[in-house]
């Protein structure tokens, strides 16, 4: 690494499953449960020098179940629950279409929606980060695909929502986010 801005590695954490735990839909906090250990991992992430990002699909705004301004105010609040626990989310980047139950300018696929990696290549253009030292939490075969399609340098599936088997290779299963907070000090 020459130590220049193109070089940063990055965090890549899905919203829902990995952050927070698994609901439909969510867009209000009364309904946030944070994963256990996410704080944790996020802290040993930034003292390591990775960038923080959540990418995540929210296929219910291109439903219309709820608002792009109403997941902006969700974010915003989670992003003030991370400052509290001296955690910076560096950015946050989100896919509102769906292409079979999106509505009107929703109704389409797009770049940006995992398996995609538009979320991922935005991360680079704006934080400047280097993709293949970066890593990938999710908890769906999608966010996998979109890892392995950008050449991440490892991503992590959290069990519980989707059957390590139905997702493709390259991964690592782990059941707790504590797995990848001991992964990134063996490999920093």
Request: proline share 5%; with cysteine; aromatic share 10%.
């Amino acid at each position: 690494m020459s130590g220049n801005a193109t070089n940063l590695k990055a965090l890549f954490l899905d919203r829902d499953g990995v952050i927070n735990e698994e609901a439909s839909y969510l867009w209000r906090r009364e309904g946030v449960r944070f994963v256990p250990g996410i704080f944790s991992l996020c802290r040993t992430a930034q003292s390591l020098g990775y960038k923080l990002v959540v990418v995540t699909n929210q296929a219910g705004i291109g439903r219309g179940m709820y608002t792009e301004a109403e997941f902006h105010t969700l974010m915003d609040w989670m992003r003030s629950e991370f400052a509290r626990e001296g955690v910076t989310l560096n950015a946050v980047y989100f896919s509102p279409y769906h292409p079979e139950h999106g509505i009107g300018d929703y109704k389409r696929d797009h770049e940006d929606r995992k398996p995609g990696t538009g979320m991922l290549r935005r991360a680079v253009t704006d934080l400047g980060i280097s993709l293949a030292d970066s890593i990938l939490v999710g908890d769906r075969c999608t966010d996998i695909a979109a890892a392995n399609a950008a050449a991440l340098r490892q991503a992590f599936l959290i069990a519980g929502t989707e059957p390590p088997e139905a997702c493709p290779a390259n991964f690592l299963p782990v059941t707790t986010l504590a797995e990848v907070e001991s992964w990134l000090f063996a490999n920093p």
